[in-house]
């Protein structure tokens, strides 16, 4: 069970993590422009935020090897929806004793699932 007093702790672990190791990419776009986009994301099952996020990964992915990706809208990862981006993040933080990245515990839950999921198609 939750109490106030780790919530509080895993909002103070998320904010000292984000403060050293995160930080905003903004542009200016027309008012139109921004609603459709918006409206593009919600369609699939996304957020701005998220399609954004996912298309630096990309780009710095294709500098890095050189390769760019046959479909620019390929973006060779899924959609994480911010539903479940925040769940994974709670997770991360509720099972968190001793402050840890949250990202790294997010990453780590992903990585069990998917050798779970590997283990059950075999």
Do not use: C, S, W
């Amino acid at each position: 069970m939750r109490t106030e007093e780790g919530m509080e702790k895993a909002r103070q672990a998320r904010a000292a993590y984000n403060k050293e190791h995160i930080r905003t990419v903004g542009a200016n776009i027309r008012k139109e422009d921004a609603e459709a986009f918006r409206q593009i994301a919600e369609q699939r099952g996304t957020t701005p935020g998220a399609m954004i996020r996912q298309f630096i990964q990309q780009t710095i992915r294709e500098a890095e090897t050189g390769k760019r990706a046959e479909d620019p809208g390929a973006l060779g990862f899924m959609y994480l929806t911010e539903r479940n981006i925040t769940r994974l993040m709670r997770e991360a933080a509720q099972h968190n004793p001793d402050g840890k990245n949250p990202d790294q515990l997010a990453n780590a839950i992903l990585d069990l699932y998917f050798e779970l999921a590997e283990k059950l198609r075999k």
